[in-house]
């Protein structure tokens, strides 16, 4: 299957900074990446849709100017939180789907804390 | 709108015992299909097994079994002969439409500790 990378895998920031995370797909070109979040012992909520060549598709109460999600390429999608504040701290996860029916490959996710 | 609920926040099994992880969905789509993921304290996310809304057959992959009842909308994970390995939290997720481009939705996820 697909391998899909992020980048970084932790990051600590201060209140108030930028953060860009990176999804990367290595081995498969992808029109479509899906960003979601985690909270501590909760489930993944779907954020986005990262679409290659135009906007985003955002979930309902997600907010888009805090959360830029930029596709440039097949291969990669960014997740930019503006202004981090303390309740961004999360795990990000990213993922791919694949060209099978049963296929969607999981970056290795970001654990996202700010002070 | 699709709904996943799992309903069961823990669960313990004895080791080398079966165990039932019950998913049930909501949704008004013909076409759709169930996953099940297991995420170990790393945080990734292992596919564990896949049913179609049009497989006729109960999906199966090693010691996974989905447990598809269609007309109840149920989609229970069995896992066989328990290992330790197995302790994880596990997510059931539904995507409508049977195109992998669609997003999927995920459930609470249960906790699966596994006894010696």
């Known amino acids: 299957g697909a391998v899909v990378s992020q980048h970084p895998s932790w990051v600590i920031c201060k209140s108030g900074t930028s953060v860009k995370i990176e999804c990367r797909s290595l081995d498969f070109q992808a029109t479509t990446m899906f960003w979601y979040r985690q909270f501590p012992k909760q489930s993944l909520m779907l954020m986005a849709t990262s679409n290659e060549g135009s906007k985003a598709t955002y979930e309902q109460g997600v907010e888009k100017d805090k959360f830029l999600i930029n596709h440039a390429s097949l291969t990669l999608s960014t997740l930019t939180v503006t202004s981090a504040h303390p309740e961004d701290s999360s795990f990000y996860i990213c993922s791919v789907p694949g060209s099978g029916d049963n296929e969607q490959f999981f970056g290795p996710g970001t654990r996202l804390t700010v002070l | 709108a699709q709904k996943i609920t799992q309903t069961q926040p823990g669960m313990f099994v004895q080791e080398k015992e079966a165990v039932t992880l019950d998913c049930t969905y909501d949704t008004s789509d013909q076409s759709y299909g169930l996953f099940w993921y297991k995420q170990p304290s790393s945080g990734e996310m292992i596919f564990l097994i896949y049913?179609?809304?049009?497989?006729?057959q109960n999906a199966t992959e090693g010691r996974y079994s989905l447990n598809f009842q269609k007309a109840r909308k149920s989609a229970n994970l069995v896992i066989s002969a328990s290992q330790l390995g197995d302790s994880a939290m596990y997510f059931c997720?539904?995507?409508?439409?049977?195109?992998?481009?669609?997003?999927?939705?995920f459930g609470s996820g249960t906790r699966l500790l596994v006894r010696p």
């Open positions: 997720a539904m995507r409508e439409g049977l195109d992998s481009s669609y997003k999927l939705i």
């Open positions: 049913q179609g809304s049009y497989d006729e």
